[in-house]
């Protein structure tokens, strides 16, 4: 038997793997239930970096995993902190995405369509 952790799409499983003699597989097929497939943490992805020219110091991250389903705001605008400034949909759910705090939009590092994690940087404001 040996183990090995396969990564899917950023989602890391571990599984393991019986060997046969000659590599060739077993005449009949055991009678052992499939083994489940233990979800590992997958490692970190970098965060992206703000988009250069006036980005903000203030971070609108994704509360959820999804995609970029609306920008409600542009860059230069106002907001007061709990505003929307991007909405996501995840499993048919529009989710709001607000802002932390009250600033003025410094850019929008998303597009309508994207795929974003939870974390994921979509604003920054000022």
Same mark, same amino acid.
């Given at each position: 038997?040996?183990?090995? /952790?396969? +990564?899917?799409?950023? /989602?890391?499983?571990?599984? /393991?793997? #019986? #060997? +046969? #003699?000659?590599?060739?597989?077993?005449?009949? !097929?055991?009678?052992?239930? $499939? !083994?489940?497939?233990?979800?590992? %943490?997958?490692? $970190?992805? !970098? *965060?992206?970096? @703000?988009?250069?020219?006036? *980005?903000?110091?203030?971070?609108? #991250? %994704?509360?959820?995993?999804?995609?970029?389903?609306?920008?409600? &705001?542009?860059?230069?605008? &106002?907001?007061?902190?709990?505003? &929307?400034?991007? +909405?996501?949909?995840?499993?048919?759910?529009?989710? !709001?995405?607000? %802002?932390?705090?009250?600033?003025?939009?410094?850019?929008?590092?998303? *597009?309508?369509?994207? @795929?974003?994690?939870?974390?994921?940087?979509?604003? /920054?404001?000022?």
């Amino acid at each position: 038997m040996k183990n090995y /952790t396969i +990564t899917v799409n950023g /989602t890391a499983y571990d599984v /393991t793997v #019986e #060997e +046969t #003699e000659g590599g060739a597989a077993p005449a009949a !097929p055991a009678k052992k239930a $499939a !083994p489940s497939l233990a979800k590992k %943490a997958a490692p $970190a992805a !970098p *965060a992206a970096a @703000p988009a250069a020219g006036g *980005a903000g110091s203030i971070r609108v #991250e %994704a509360g959820a995993a999804g995609k970029v389903f609306k920008l409600d &705001t542009k860059v230069g605008d &106002t907001v007061k902190k709990g505003d &929307t400034v991007v +909405t996501i949909e995840a499993m048919k759910m529009e989710i !709001p995405v607000v %802002a932390p705090q009250d600033g003025t939009v410094a850019s929008i590092d998303c *597009a309508v369509g994207d @795929p974003c994690e939870a974390g994921a940087l979509l604003a /920054t404001l000022k």
